[in-house]
């Protein structure tokens, strides 16, 4: 049996598709009418909305784990950089106290 493809009109409630199907053997054609439950069979534009409300919060809580991965990775970085600062602190406090005493050292030696 072929599908035409065709919906008809012939639905009952208006809300399940119709399809004329063809046995290739006999030209007649018969009628089928797929079944849904009572639960699926909600207005077309309220599923639209559902569908769209949920991919909504779909994106919404991969959103906010991304901010929250965001937020701990900005955390880290800026523990790095303090941490950078205090060691370059504690290098630069050593140079300059070396060349203080080298200095003194070389003003000794000029005298």
């Known amino acids: 049996m072929a ?8 639905a009952a409630t ?3 598709p119709a399809y004329q199907l063809r046995s290739p053997n006999s030209g007649l ?3 089928i009418v797929m079944a849904a439950s009572p639960g699926t069979m909600q207005n077309p534009s309220s599923q639209h909305a559902e569908e769209i409300t949920r991919k909504r ?3 919404l809580m991969k959103n906010r784990e991304a901010a929250r991965e965001c937020r701990r990775k900005k955390k880290e970085y800026v523990k790095c950089l303090e941490n950078r600062v205090a060691v370059l602190e504690n290098q630069n406090k050593t140079l300059i106290e070396e060349l203080k005493a080298l200095k003194d050292i070389y003003c000794h030696k000029a005298e």
Not at 3 to 10: H, I, K, L, R
């Open 57 to 59: 919060e779909v994106r």
């Open 29 to 31: 054609a018969q009628s």
């Open 3 to 10: 599908v035409t493809g065709d919906e008809t009109e012939s």
């Open 14 to 16: 208006g809300d399940i």
